[in-house]
């Protein structure tokens, strides 16, 4: 299995698609439908073009599901999220807070006269 191939399928699964893989020409092809779109065919290529060839695959999948209007598996959609969350607001530090006050230990050098 190419790794286009299974870099696909990993993010097929995302969305609970069960792609076909299709054999026949120079290159596998996949297959799949989202309920109440049309069929999509995507060759899948054996070997890299690229450094980013992988990544640029799997984004050229990612927009057809947007345009199909694939949603991802619940536990996807909760993880995406937790990833994109800010982190809470954080209090600005103040003179009355004490965070000046801060004594940074000092060592002591023996100077010889």
Not at 15 to 22: C, Q, T
Not at 38 to 53: E, F, L, N, Y
Not at 73 to 100: F, G, H, Y
């Amino acid at each position: 299995m190419s790794k286009y191939l299974n870099a696909a399928l990993v993010e097929l699964r995302k969305y609970d698609i069960a792609p076909r893989v299709l054999n026949g020409g120079r290159h596998q092809k996949l297959e799949w439908q989202v309920p109440g779109q049309p069929r999509r065919v995507i060759p899948v290529s054996g070997t890299p073009s690229d450094v980013r060839g992988i990544w640029n695959f799997r984004a050229q999948i990612r927009r057809v599901l947007r345009e199909d209007g694939a949603k991802p598996k619940d536990n996807m959609r909760r993880a995406a999220q937790q990833i994109i969350a800010m982190p809470a607001p954080v209090e600005p530090l103040t003179v009355e807070s004490n965070a000046w006050s801060v004594k940074w230990p000092i060592s002591k050098t023996s100077s010889s006269s």
